[in-house]
């Protein structure tokens, strides 16, 4: 090997002691303390509070969003939060959905117009943010242990279903399961949602899929929603092609509400790269 490639030993002693000194080995030690403290920190605000919602009323009769909305991406030049934006068919705020992923920490969920958050969205397991297929557990905020009686929901995606070489098309596929808080032996399948893709073109940026999502009821097949991906330009200089999904509920199930189904859609924007 060239010698003239290896570093002098002036250099060689210099990266020796490069941590040697007493303040950097503090920083190193102090550095995991300081990241815990700005995930605790940056979390602390977007998580469930049973006690700011016990004596409100669940809007919407309890489906905390309407059968009929739209999610609109929203984007600044910074930000740590992913955000997605609720309206219902009149353009009134019905609240947003907010996504935050720093290194191991993870908040998913959805806040009303007036900032409560009525449910998170969370990984089933520590494991879960390292698989390859997506998997979240669903529940409302104010319902479980004392509070309002209601159902916790298992997303799974089938991994298998998609399409390894997807060029014109793609497709994935969720499973959504229900389980009843106050009775864990009562767990069944409520939904099957499938998006498919198209290849569109898009100006300046050339081609992009549009996506679309039907949900249908697991044991009939029957349609309960459909979804619909457009997109616009936005963002604090205009110059960002932006998501906006139409979410229509074609049938309104008790056991299947509306808040898991604009999840589902939202997932979308908030998993997308």
């Known amino acids: 090997m060239d010698e003239s490639l290896l570093p002098s030993p002036a250099r060689r002693r210099a990266l020796r ?10 920083l190193l030690i102090a550095l ?7 995930g605790v920190a940056l979390s602390r605000n977007s998580g469930c509070d049973y006690d700011a919602l016990k004596d409100i009323p669940p809007p919407h ?5 309407p059968a009929n909305i739209t999610l609109v991406e929203r984007r600044h030049l910074f930000q740590l939060y992913k955000y997605v934006d609720v309206f219902d068919r009149d353009g009134h705020s019905v609240g947003y959905f907010y996504d935050m992923n720093f290194l191991l920490w993870m908040r998913f969920g959805f806040s009303d117009s007036e ?15 390292f698989k390859f297929n997506i998997e979240y557990y669903l529940q409302r905020c104010d319902v479980g242990a ?16 998609r399409k390894w070489f997807c060029i014109t ?3 994935r596929k969720f499973s959504v399961s229900r389980t009843d ?17 198209t290849l569109v073109h898009r100006g300046m940026l050339g081609l992009r899929h549009e996506w679309y999502l039907n949900m249908t009821d697991s044991l009939t097949s029957d349609r309960i929603a459909f979804a619909k991906q457009h997109f616009f330009w936005g963002g604090p200089l205009g110059n960002m092609l932006l ?19 604009a999840f589902m859609a939202a997932l979308d924007d908030v998993e997308e790269k």
């Open 17 to 26: 002691q490069a941590c040697s000194d007493p303040d950097c080995i503090k």
């Open 146 to 161: 004392d509070a309002r009686e209601g159902g916790m929901y298992d997303v799974k995606e089938d991994w298998w279903a």
């Open 115 to 129: 900032h409560r958050i009525w449910f998170e969205a969370k990984y089933k397991s520590f494991l879960s943010r």
């Open 169 to 171: 098309n793609c497709v």
């Open 32 to 38: 995991p303390f300081l990241l815990a403290t700005l």
């Open 243 to 261: 998501s906006n999904w139409t979410v229509d509920v074609a049938e309104q199930k008790a056991y299947l509400p509306n808040w898991v189904i």
């Open 61 to 65: 009769g309890g489906s905390l969003v």
């Open 181 to 197: 808080v106050s009775n864990a032996r009562d767990t069944m399948s409520a939904a099957t949602a499938v998006f498919n893709s």
